[in-house]
């Protein structure tokens, strides 16, 4: 009886050493990302590095994204701006290695490193700063074409020898 609850003390002194993850417990698996635009309310869409969209919405933003796309797989965003009469601007969001994650090696927490840090993303920390764009102007014409019939006596003269009869 008393090897039995001699050794449940010890399994749960060690499990917590052995089980040790600093990453996780220091770090995060996810960041917010603070993302501005002048002019204000621009459209702002975020996709992942497979293309997917995981956010759409307008400017001024805070989107909290996940800094693992999986298991030792740290995320990549693109967040395009865009907004009417103005060139659409994307920009990169990076994850970097978490400095925590390497103090694994200090504690001795294997299972840390090699399981729970990379399965939470917690082994990730986010390497961009707070997005703040100006959009510049767009040199495109953004206007539709339109048709507009006119009399021919509306026509001026220098422009009626450029007319070419349609069959």
Not at 34 to 50: C, E, L, M, Q, R
Not at 119 to 145: R, Y
């Amino acid at each position: 009886m008393k090897k039995t609850v001699l050794s449940l003390i010890m399994l749960a002194i060690a499990a917590p050493l052995l089980c040790s993850s600093c990453a996780t417990m220091f770090g995060k698996s996810s960041y917010p990302v603070s993302i501005s635009s002048n002019p204000p309310g621009a459209t702002v869409s975020i996709t992942d590095k497979k293309g997917k969209e995981v956010y759409k919405g307008a400017s001024p933003a805070s989107v909290v994204l996940k800094s693992s796309a999986g298991f030792f797989l740290k995320a990549e965003y693109q967040v395009k701006i865009s907004s009417t009469g103005y060139a659409e601007q994307v920009m990169p969001v990076y994850f970097k290695v978490n400095g925590w994650y390497y103090a694994n090696l200090l504690i001795g927490g294997v299972v840390g490193m090699l399981i729970v840090d990379p399965a939470t993303g917690a082994m990730w920390k986010l390497d961009t700063p707070p997005i703040n764009v100006t959009l510049s102007k767009s040199t495109a014409s953004t206007e539709m074409p339109t048709l507009k019939i006119v009399d021919i006596a509306s026509i001026p003269q220098n422009l009626k020898d450029k007319l070419v009869r349609v069959k």
